[in-house]
């Protein structure tokens, strides 16, 4: 008789529940039918590194942060991190919206404007790309709350992510995924390095 002990049945729980969040992600709609999203699973060594590169951001970032430590630490915590980014493509500019919603006149101009590096992410992006992304990290975490996996947004993982070039995305946020008894990814201790940092 084949057994399958829990700590091994759970983490290829998390594993499975992973993909299926990104296969969420991937037929969550999207504007004007076209896809820009792309996806990413983490697992193993690959949690440590991450953890240490948000960790090198945080020390990047000086005192204008102050849980980039304690999401590295939940990183370390979790069996499994899906990244979801989205890459800002022209938007149909034989059929232009124009909505507005960039801060440009029209999506002309818009596409007009060189993409810049900001410290986390690359801009502008269109809204509709941002509102693809949003819905699609929204069906994952659905997807993963469905099949009682713990998990949280964190964009601090985002920013470790693209920096490490998980990704050719231009905004990236990540998702740990645990199943233990507790959600490790809320009600979390504030390190005590972190108490006099002011966003806490
Ligand atoms: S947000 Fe800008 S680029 Fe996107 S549809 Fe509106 S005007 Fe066009």
């Not at 430590?69 to 034989?94: C, E, F, H, K, W």
């Not at 919603?101 to 818009?110: D, L, N, P, V, W």
């Not at 809204?127 to 693809?132: P, V």
């Amino acid at each position: 008789m084949a057994r399958i002990g829990s700590a091994e049945a759970e983490m290829e729980a998390v594993k499975l529940a992973a993909q299926l969040m990104a296969a969420a992600a991937r037929t969550a709609p999207k504007a004007r039918g076209l896809d820009s999203i792309q996806t990413l699973v983490l697992t193993g060594e690959d949690l440590e590194a991450l953890a240490v590169a948000m960790e090198a951001r945080s020390a990047d970032k000086g005192s204008k942060v102050s849980f980039f430590g304690r999401d590295a630490d939940n990183v370390r915590q979790a069996s499994a991190v899906l990244l979801v980014g989205v890459r800002n493509d022209p938007r149909r500019a034989q059929r232009p919206l124009d909505c507005g919603a960039c801060g440009f006149e029209g999506c002309i101009e818009f596409f007009r404007q060189e993409k810049r590096e900001g410290e986390d992410f690359r801009g502008p992006i269109c809204a509709f790309q941002l509102i693809d992304l949003g819905v699609a990290l929204g069906s994952a975490a659905r997807t993963a709350a469905d099949m009682n996996i713990d998990n949280r947004m964190m964009y601090s993982i985002g920013t470790a992510a693209r920096k490490m070039g998980l990704l050719d995305s231009d905004l990236i946020l990540g998702i740990p995924l645990s199943a233990t008894g507790k959600n490790p990814f809320f009600d979390r201790p504030i390190k005590m390095a972190e108490r006099s940092k002011p966003d806490q």
